[in-house]
C-alpha cells in the first residue's frame, strides 16, 4: 500500500471516551478512508519525521486513532495543541500484544487453551484480546477470558460476530 500522508492536532480525548492515554491523534477522516480496513489496523510510520508503529483503533464512525504518551510527546517535542506531520503505511508485521492479567491467568491455568494462543498470529491475538476488551457490561468482561478459552478449544482461531469497526480506545505508541 502506498505511504498515507495527512496533518492532525494533537488532542485531549473526550472524557466519556474511556481512552487511558492523555493525548490522541484522530486521522484526517480522507487518511482513514484510505486504510485497507475500518477495523484494527497495524501502520508504522513517522511524526514529525520520528518513526513509530501503532495498531490504530477504530472510533465506531469510519474514522481512526491512536494515543501518544507523555514521554512519546516529550521525546518528539510536541504538546497538545500542535499539529503534526504524520505518514503511516499499513504493514502485515504485527508485534505481540499486551495480553491483560486476567487472560494471562486463565490462559496459564489452561494448557490446551493456551497452546491454542502460542498457535495463533499475533494480528488474531490482538483481535481476540479487542473482542475480550470490548464490552459494555462489567459481568460480561469477567466472563470473557473463559470463553475465550472455550472457543479457541473448539477450533476458533478469531472471535467472530462482533462489528471490528466499533469504538475501540487507542493503544498508546513509542516511538521506533
Known sequence: MPVISFKARLSTPDPSAKIKSDSI????????AQLPSRGTVMVKGTINNRRFQVAIEPDGQANHWFGIKKATREN????VGDTLTIEVEPTKTWPEPTV???LQQTLAADAE???RWLNITPMARWEWIRWLETVKLAE???VRPAKLCSMLKSGKRRPCCFNRAIFTPPRNIDLL
Open 25 to 32: 491523534i484522530t486521522l484526517a477522516k480522507e487518511a482513514s
Open 76 to 79: 518528539i517535542g510536541v504538546t
Open 100 to 102: 491483560p492479567v486476567d
Open 113 to 115: 487453551a493456551q497452546a
Open 140 to 142: 460480561t468482561r469477567k
